[in-house]
């Protein structure tokens, strides 16, 4: 009994509350002050990142940076909290050495922290897309990128919604990029006809209504033009059981207007091919009845 009074006496004595004050004063201190250096690095960044978008300059490793540079101030500040904890000195300090961090990490089975890590790090150096980018996964997985982290890549699709994926994914697996190189997209318009409808009409009908789309660009090349190139491309792809395919070849300034140029397009063949009198066939069977 006497032990433990001894105990509580020794732990609440004036100097130990003296010193938990000023331990607890402390970590408050550095916490207000990471938080104020971290909402100063994130306003810089924003404003470099804004000028760098208006003059239409790359802004990847700027973000990619950002992420870098907060995160590495946030792991420093609370590990010199961590430091002001009795008994968790040592930890920091080994925290602090690389060994330690690789240790640690391995110890934690965080391999697959430091594989997003290193695959984000090859992509900003490597650049298989940069932000602003639009590119597809295989699947509804496409849409444009907004942020590489140190962890993941940001995508939004065309739906406003945000997919998340880790570095590691997109680093291991094929990835398409319609911004790259050039941000002009072909929209491939397909309509079937019957065997019986006017097929030159329809080409012609094809062509027409895609000229006439305010979204469509002139993708030919000088040589194109001097051999009198036709704008859009319609040719026949394909016999099928019921019908004849045909493709037209339209080019858009990007991936979201060829979407747009090829929904009203589809619209505006058929609304034209009902008015001319061009059959676009439905699958159906025929059946014949014998008499025995």
């Known amino acids: 009994m006497e032990e433990s009074i001894n105990f509580f006496e020794n732990f609440f004595s004036t100097e130990k509350l003296e010193q938990l004050f ?118 509804d997985n496409k849409g444009t990128v907004v942020d590489i982290s140190l962890r993941h890549t940001t995508i939004k699709n065309n739906e406003n919604r945000m997919i998340i994926v880790p570095n590691s994914v997109l680093n291991n697996q094929s990835v398409i990029n319609s911004t790259i190189i050039n941000a002009v997209t072909c929209a491939f318009v397909e309509v079937g006809i019957g065997y019986g409808s006017d097929m030159n009409r329809a080409i012609a009908i094809m062509r027409e209504e895609a000229m006439n789309h305010p979204l469509l660009v002139d993708n030919r090349t000088k040589t194109e033009k001097e051999n009198d190139k036709p704008q859009v491309v319609v040719r026949v792809i394909e016999w099928t059981a019921s019908s004849i395919n045909l493709r037209a070849w339209a080019w858009a300034a990007n991936f979201d207007n060829a979407f747009i140029l090829k929904c009203d397009l589809l619209q505006s063949i058929k609304e034209r091919f009902d008015y001319e009198g061009i059959e676009i066939p439905y699958s159906y069977t025929n059946v014949i009845l014998k008499k025995e």
């Open 22 to 139: 000023f331990i607890g004063l402390y970590i408050v201190l550095i916490y207000i002050f990471l938080m104020t250096l971290v909402f100063m690095e994130r306003r810089l960044f924003n404003k470099i990142i804004a000028r760098r978008d208006k003059q239409s300059i790359d802004k990847t490793n700027l973000i990619f940076l950002k992420n870098v540079v907060i995160y590495a101030t946030y792991c420093i500040g609370f590990l010199s909290m961590f430091n002001q904890i009795p008994g968790m000195q040592q930890l920091s300090k080994t925290l602090l050495t690389g060994a330690g961090i690789l240790a640690a990490a391995v110890g934690f089975g965080s391999q697959q922290a430091i594989s997003n890590i290193v695959s984000g790090i090859f992509m900003v150096l490597f650049k298989p897309f940069r932000v602003g980018d639009h590119i597809s996964l295989g699947g």
